[in-house]
């Protein structure tokens, strides 16, 4: 291999390396649109407020925390409905020390090899698959994918709950009346 097709292969690796993160780093920040989108759905707050009392909240996970408690309460007396709309929330959760892993590791590039690799000598999230990470993020974008299209549901859900509340047709709940 030439110095010049050696350099192209590690461009390549690394704008591949940089693509699977990435990859994960737009998913996640889709989902967690989607849990303000129910926050929103279900506080009873205007936009404004909605978006000032979420995002005054600087982790993840304490903005998916106040929305389980605006679900539990707005909801608490529909459980079934209840549970199918922080279900997907919670499985968020549970995909965050894989997400953290792909975003935060320390990457370098494998010795004489074409190829990025987590750096051992310092420590590394617990959830990285050191053997597989290229695989891993792929299939933690999978798995975020397929949590979106459920809080992309829920968010319907809530919807249709708030239309109904309100004395709407929730038929069409989240769609623009025609002018």
Not at 74 to 97: F, M, V, Y
Not at 113 to 139: C, F, N, S, T, W
Not at 151 to 173: F, K
Request: hydrophobic share 40%.
């Amino acid at each position: 291999m030439t110095d010049d097709e050696y350099h192209q292969a590690i461009s390549d690796a690394m704008d591949e390396h940089a693509k699977l993160i990435g990859n994960v780093s737009v998913t996640w920040n889709l989902a967690q649109s989607l849990v303000f989108a129910i926050f929103g759905q279900l506080s009873g707050l205007p936009f404004e407020k909605a978006q000032a009392v979420f995002f005054a909240l600087k982790t993840d996970f304490a903005q998916r925390d106040i929305t389980i408690a605006v679900v539990d309460v707005e909801l608490s007396e529909h459980p079934e409905l209840c549970d199918k709309i922080k279900a997907p929330i919670h499985r968020l959760t549970q995909l965050t020390n894989e997400r953290n892993a792909a975003i935060h590791t320390i990457w370098r590039l494998a010795d004489g090899e074409a190829k990025v690799v987590p750096q051992l000598l310092v420590k590394h999230p617990p959830a990285l698959d050191v053997d597989d990470p290229a695989g891993q993020m792929a299939r933690l974008e999978q798995k975020l994918t397929s949590t979106n299209d459920a809080l992309i549901e829920a968010i319907m859900q809530a919807a249709h709950y708030t239309a109904s509340r309100d004395g709407q047709d929730p038929d069409n709940a989240g769609k623009k009346e025609e002018a």
